[in-house]
């Protein structure tokens, strides 16, 4: 890439994104790095407040955070809905916190606030080798995302996806070599309850980080 080139990452304050973040800033810089942070009615708030510490932390050029609080007229899930119990249904295959749609309207909205910057970089923290089911994880949906992006604005979009192949031992693994991987562990939120770090250590979410974790660490101390 150009010395001139910059990056939007979409930043949730989350294990995934985060680790995201200090892999942009290592090959961008920080002075070349964005970040798009959203708020769409997700229950556990806290999260925004968590995501606008650490790009504040890290001195991030812009962390830009928009409003979709609108979120919860068209769709209903586990995230959205505080009355909601978290659970996994064996026989559906993934949990009920699936956002219908989220991670393309996350990239829609990105990408027209990254042109807006002459950015064409944006960095999105799925995965499809570690993940609940979710089908906007999928390395074909985004791909697909990326063409429709690119026809609908006729911009030379990068759809960026760092952690695509890895597992979340992976993560770890790719946290610690950059040197962050205490900072992730102890700063991040990735709990679907809100539970700051560790977690609240039963909900989907937390039950996989922490078994990627351990696998990590097992791995290392073995190594």
Known sequence: M?????????????????????????????????????????????????????????????HKLVDLAWYGQVTTNALLDSAMEISQDADVGCPNTVVD?????????????????????????????????YPDCREAFVKSCNVTLNLAMDYPFRVITPLMRLTKAQTWQLADNLGVLEYVAKNTLTCYN??????????????????????????????
């Open 194 to 223: 809100g539970v700051i770090g560790s977690g609240c250590g039963y909900c989907p979410s937390c039950v996989l980080r922490q078994r990627g974790y351990d696998e990590y660490m097992r791995g290392k101390a073995e190594g």
């Open 2 to 62: 150009s010395a001139a080139e910059k990056a939007l990452v979409i930043f949730s304050g989350g294990q995934d994104s985060t680790t995201c973040l200090f892999k942009a800033i290592r090959e961008y810089g920080g002075h070349n790095v964005y970040c798009i942070i959203f708020l769409y009615g997700q229950k556990h708030g806290d999260e925004v407040k968590v995501a606008q510490k650490i790009a504040a932390d890290q001195r991030i050029s812009a």
């Open 101 to 133: 749609g989220r991670n393309m309207l996350f990239l829609l909205v990105a990408a027209i606030y990254a042109k807006s910057l002459g950015i064409r970089d944006i960095i999105l923290g799925v995965s499809e080798t570690d993940f609940s089911g």
